[in-house]
């Protein structure tokens, strides 16, 4: 089986966290030989995202058992930054990710993101990029 190169904004990451299936990651990485790429940012964003007051009532954890979690499914890369055109431009760095990775898959929840255009790998949602995993 081929590996899927993937970079996850980290509002999928959140989603898996808040609605406690991070098991549903596993299985991506382990039984559909997803790579799962990161970096930095990434993980800087991840950390001040669970911080917030709203999301501390669906942490069943510490927050260094999540980080710790995200680290042992990612891999991690030193970017360089250069991609400047994604609406929203806190979300560059995704794109520098995927360019740089070579990743076939953007998967993302943001509109913005998933409007940017992206020339060597697709941008999906996590229910699309599911279904494409399971066929």
Do not use: W
Not at 48 to 63: C, G, N, T
Not at 70 to 97: E, G, M, P, R, W
């Amino acid at each position: 089986m081929q590996e899927i190169r993937v970079v996850f904004d980290v509002n999928i990451f959140v989603s898996y966290i808040i609605s406690d299936c991070m098991n549903e990651i596993f299985d991506m990485v382990f039984k559909h030989n997803v790579c799962l790429f990161c970096n930095t940012e990434m993980q800087v964003e991840l950390e001040d995202v669970l911080k917030r007051s709203k999301f501390k009532k669906y942490l069943s954890q510490p927050i260094a058992y999540y980080i710790d979690f995200f680290n042992k499914v990612t891999i991690f890369c030193q970017i360089i930054s250069i991609f400047q055109d994604c609406a929203d431009s806190k979300d560059n760095y995704l794109f520098d990710l995927a360019y740089q990775v070579n990743a076939h898959y953007l998967v993302s929840g943001d509109k913005k993101v998933l409007a940017t255009p992206a020339k060597s790998f697709h941008l999906v949602t996590l229910s699309t990029f599911k279904k494409i995993i399971s066929e």
